[in-house]
């Protein structure tokens, strides 16, 4: 019994497909980090959220213990002109896929860097990016759609090869982790259901993370759907594991079982993303966390298979075979 | 229309290559790791932190909750129990993740997502006022309020709102030096200013039905002179 799970644990991690789900979260995380990087510097914040604090910086690290990266540049990276110009250039090389490997290293190597040196503005998105990140350095997510697939296939688009699907799942596993444990530490009481449902109009009437004055949602019915609200975001995020058990689904589609066959025919995990878009365009539109809702949905490709593309998204027929050798080409 | 998945779909092989087999375990380690730093990072309640009007307000609901449904503790020894049961855990997770902490730190990564954990009822709003000679004091901005909006897009911007966000009644080193910035950006803005304050004004909100507070504390005040800022 061990063996045979074993086995299926083994084979869960040894599936390929083609490349273009994890070349989106590249393209659609990559412009995001880029806008953000961006944005420091026409705000012109570069030297005092990158640099030393003798130069202006707000860093209360530096002088404290170095990071690793000051005491290999202390005079180059002083001013903080090169920091944000190297995480600059490794999201626009992450985007359009140039050395898109070195590029996602580098990226997560300097940002930790700088959530040492100036923590308060080192944010939830800036450590689940850099988490995406390390997981697609070690992906194929740059040879599709970038400059790297064109070297190395003569086509922009790359030659739809299989390459391993492990780093897709493995971020499928992050997403779960990320709202399950959000939901279970969501221990406020204004959360739950004695709590009154209030903890989305509470949020609303902050004035650090509203996006405009909200007082007017005391009136109904806009209380009520703040009530709604707060009790779908539990209900979804405690359910998100559940994405877990409709992926193992998919992966053994050909066993019996009416919930598998439920699940495989509705396809519940782009009904469970579906209500996810929703959720963090809501936060888009309602409070002003910068590019917290568009990296976080630029995760959300993670849940699409590949050969569920249609085909001029992917340019190409099906590819031949999706998996090693004996497995089964289509589902029954 | 087929709605059955087309890929993605287990083989039916029993062997698989030794390099499947050690990469399998690798994500099995991996995945362990993580999920072992994902336990949920709470903080001791203790007496001190109980000292905060939104954590007091918090303890105080879920005592009425949990009276109201048989608990028999009064609100000291319910504060008491707390203390202790938050204290053991946050021990026990913090020793639990300890082997895996210089991995994090190095890379940047963790899985701690308290994404609006407890949303206070004591929030606080950023106020920046400039004070001229013979003038007074008058704001120059206020969050979300259109007549005083100067620098707003900055003050907005996620990783500024982080550090006046999370500041504490006595200000650290990067909040000061924010304040310090601010001021500069105000007296260059405002060569007649001789003085800027930077403010974090604690307000309460009440819900629907309840009787409005309209009391509005100081929680943190910077007040910066423009001889303190060099040329």
Same mark, same amino acid.
């Given at each position: 019994?061990?063996?045979?799970?074993?086995?299926?644990?083994?084979?869960?991690?040894? #599936?390929k497909e083609t490349g273009h789900a994890m070349a989106m979260i590249r393209i659609a995380m990559g412009l995001a980090v880029v806008f953000d990087y961006a944005t420091v510097g026409?705000?012109?914040?570069?030297?005092?959220?990158?640099?030393?604090?003798?130069?202006?910086?707000?860093?209360?690290?530096?002088?404290?213990?170095?990071?690793?990266?000051?005491? #290999? @540049?202390?005079?180059?990276?002083?001013?903080?002109?090169?920091?944000w110009g190297m995480l600059l250039a490794a999201g626009i090389c992450i985007t359009i896929g140039f050395y898109t490997r070195t590029a996602f290293l580098l990226f997560v190597l300097l940002s930790?860097?700088?959530?040492?040196? @100036?923590?308060?503005?080192?944010?939830?998105i800036d450590t689940i990016i850099r988490n995406v990140f390390l997981i697609l350095a070690c992906s194929g997510a740059g040879l599709v759609w970038s400059v790297d697939a064109k070297w190395i296939t003569g086509k922009w688009a790359g030659d739809n090869r299989l390459l391993p699907a492990w780093p897709r799942h493995l971020i499928v596993c992050q997403l779960?982790?990320i709202?399950? #444990?959000?939901?279970?530490?969501?221990?406020?009481?204004?959360?739950?259901?004695?709590?009154?449902?209030?903890?989305?109009?509470?949020? #609303?009437?902050?004035?650090?993370?509203?996006?405009?004055?909200?007082?007017?949602?005391?009136?109904?019915?806009?209380?009520?759907?703040?009530?709604?609200?707060?009790?779908?975001?539990?209900?979804?995020?405690?359910?998100?594991?559940? @994405?877990?058990?409709?992926?193992?689904?998919?992966?053994?589609?050909?066993?019996?079982?009416?919930?598998?066959?439920?699940?495989?025919?509705?396809? @519940?995990q782009y009904?469970?993303a579906s209500?996810g878009v929703?959720?963090h365009i809501?936060i888009a539109?309602?409070?002003?966390l910068g590019i917290f809702p568009w990296a976080m949905l630029a995760t959300y490709f993670c849940v699409i298979h590949p050969d569920d593309l249609p085909a001029w998204v992917t340019g190409s027929?099906k590819p031949?075979?999706p998996?090693?050798?004996?497995?089964?080409?289509?589902?029954? | 229309?087929?709605?059955?998945?087309?890929g993605g779909?287990?083989?039916?092989?029993?062997?698989?290559?030794?390099?499947?087999?050690?990469?399998?375990?690798?994500?099995?380690?991996?995945?362990?790791?993580?999920?072992?730093?994902?336990?949920?990072?709470? $903080?001791?309640? +203790?007496?001190?932190?109980?000292?905060?009007?939104?954590?007091?307000?918090?303890?105080?609901?879920?005592?009425?909750? &949990?009276?109201? +449904?048989? &608990?028999?503790?009064?609100?000291?020894?319910?504060?008491?129990?707390?203390?202790?049961?938050?204290?053991?855990?946050?021990?026990?997770?913090?020793?639990?993740?300890?082997?895996?902490?210089?991995?994090?730190?190095? &890379?940047?990564v963790? $899985?701690?997502?308290?994404?609006?954990?407890?949303?206070?009822?004591?929030?606080?709003?950023?106020?920046?006022?400039?004070?001229?000679?013979?003038?007074?004091?008058?704001?120059?901005?206020?969050?979300?309020?259109?007549?005083?909006?100067?620098?707003?897009?900055?003050?907005?911007?996620r990783?500024?709102?982080?550090?006046?966000?999370?500041?504490?009644?006595?200000?650290?080193?990067?909040?000061?030096?924010?304040?310090?910035?601010?001021?500069?950006?105000?007296?260059?803005?405002?060569?007649?200013?001789?003085?800027?304050?930077?403010?974090?004004?604690? &307000?309460?909100?009440?819900?629907?039905?309840?009787?409005?507070?309209?009391?509005?504390? +100081?929680?943190?005040?910077?007040?910066?002179?423009?001889?303190?800022?060099?040329?």
């Amino acid at each position: 019994m061990i063996s045979r799970r074993w086995q299926r644990w083994v084979q869960i991690w040894d #599936l390929k497909e083609t490349g273009h789900a994890m070349a989106m979260i590249r393209i659609a995380m990559g412009l995001a980090v880029v806008f953000d990087y961006a944005t420091v510097g026409t705000l012109g914040l570069v030297p005092q959220l990158y640099g030393d604090a003798s130069l202006g910086g707000w860093s209360g690290y530096l002088g404290r213990r170095t990071p690793p990266a000051w005491a #290999l @540049l202390p005079d180059a990276l002083a001013d903080g002109w090169l920091l944000w110009g190297m995480l600059l250039a490794a999201g626009i090389c992450i985007t359009i896929g140039f050395y898109t490997r070195t590029a996602f290293l580098l990226f997560v190597l300097l940002s930790a860097q700088h959530a040492q040196i @100036l923590s308060p503005a080192d944010r939830g998105i800036d450590t689940i990016i850099r988490n995406v990140f390390l997981i697609l350095a070690c992906s194929g997510a740059g040879l599709v759609w970038s400059v790297d697939a064109k070297w190395i296939t003569g086509k922009w688009a790359g030659d739809n090869r299989l390459l391993p699907a492990w780093p897709r799942h493995l971020i499928v596993c992050q997403l779960v982790l990320i709202y399950t #444990l959000a939901g279970i530490s969501k221990f406020g009481i204004q959360w739950m259901p004695w709590g009154g449902h209030t903890a989305l109009y509470t949020i #609303l009437q902050d004035p650090a993370v509203a996006f405009a004055n909200f007082d007017w949602i005391e009136n109904q019915p806009w209380f009520f759907f703040t009530q709604v609200g707060t009790a779908v975001t539990m209900a979804w995020e405690w359910s998100s594991s559940l @994405l877990l058990l409709v992926f193992y689904f998919r992966f053994s589609a050909e066993q019996p079982g009416k919930l598998r066959a439920f699940s495989n025919r509705y396809r @519940l995990q782009y009904i469970w993303a579906s209500v996810g878009v929703i959720f963090h365009i809501g936060i888009a539109a309602m409070m002003q966390l910068g590019i917290f809702p568009w990296a976080m949905l630029a995760t959300y490709f993670c849940v699409i298979h590949p050969d569920d593309l249609p085909a001029w998204v992917t340019g190409s027929a099906k590819p031949a075979s999706p998996v090693p050798a004996g497995r089964p080409q289509t589902a029954p | 229309m087929q709605h059955l998945p087309t890929g993605g779909i287990l083989p039916t092989v029993t062997h698989s290559t030794p390099q499947a087999q050690i990469r399998a375990a690798l994500i099995g380690i991996v995945l362990f790791s993580q999920v072992i730093l994902a336990i949920p990072a709470i $903080q001791p309640v +203790t007496e001190q932190k109980l000292r905060s009007p939104g954590a007091r307000a918090e303890m105080r609901m879920w005592h009425r909750f &949990l009276t109201n +449904t048989g &608990l028999s503790w009064t609100e000291d020894e319910f504060v008491e129990h707390l203390d202790t049961v938050t204290t053991g855990a946050h021990s026990m997770r913090s020793a639990a993740v300890a082997p895996l902490l210089p991995m994090g730190r190095w &890379l940047g990564v963790h $899985q701690s997502w308290g994404l609006f954990a407890a949303p206070t009822t004591f929030p606080t709003r950023l106020e920046v006022e400039i004070h001229e000679p013979g003038g007074g004091w008058r704001h120059v901005y206020r969050r979300l309020d259109d007549d005083y909006d100067e620098m707003a897009s900055v003050f907005a911007y996620r990783r500024v709102r982080g550090l006046h966000d999370s500041a504490q009644h006595k200000p650290g080193k990067p909040l000061r030096a924010f304040c310090n910035w601010v001021a500069a950006e105000m007296f260059a803005a405002h060569p007649n200013a001789n003085r800027v304050s930077v403010k974090m004004i604690q &307000l309460h909100i009440t819900l629907p039905g309840e009787p409005k507070d309209p009391k509005q504390t +100081t929680r943190t005040r910077v007040v910066v002179q423009r001889d303190e800022i060099a040329p």
